[in-house]
């Protein structure tokens, strides 16, 4: 197997126009604990019914060697507060857990970029998490569009 793209959870703190699905989207008090809870419940689940190895081959031949396959872990947004703890982190502490003895595998996670801090990058590497793709910062995503997808400091005047 080469890629997997799991979907951790519908809470996400946008609204985009374009999204694909009607239920990434935010979720207060109780609706927010009702989402988060399904993620929580649903994530074993999802892990244990992975396939046994994550590695695969180019077409050509059985001779060639194997290459370590991917997971890559969404949302919504999986680096939300109420999410991280709760289902992220232990989903890629299970996923790195489960693959270890069968090849390996590359986490990525994937985010709108918008939650990232230093700590939360080095607690998601420290957990084994091969990359971060950042896939929110563009004019398509509500609040960036133009200039204000650059950070403050590096916005033009407007004057
Ligand atoms: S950030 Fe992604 S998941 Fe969230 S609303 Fe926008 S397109 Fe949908």
């Known amino acids: 197997m080469e890629s997997i793209y799991w979907v951790l959870t519908w809470a996400c703190h946008r609204r985009c126009r374009h999204c694909y699905e009607d239920r990434f989207r935010p ?38 060697p194997e290459k370590m396959g991917r997971v890559i872990i969404s949302g919504g947004e999986a680096l939300l507060e109420a999410v991280r703890e709760r289902v992220t982190y232990p989903v890629i502490e299970g996923l790195v857990a489960r693959y270890r003895d069968t ?27 091969w990359m971060i793709s950042v896939a929110g910062i563009d004019d398509f995503h509500v609040g960036m569009e133009g200039e204000a997808k650059r950070p403050p400091s590096r916005r033009r005047s407007r004057q």
């Open 103 to 129: 090849g390996g595998v590359k986490v990525v996670l994937q985010t709108t970029g918008d939650l990232l801090t230093p700590a939360i990058v080095r607690e998601v590497a420290q957990r084994g998490v």
């Open 27 to 64: 979720y207060l008090r109780a609706d927010l604990e009702a989402v988060v809870a399904e993620a929580e419940r649903n994530a074993p689940l999802v892990l244990g019914n992975l396939p046994k190895r994550m590695t695969y081959r180019d077409p050509g031949g059985p001779d060639l």
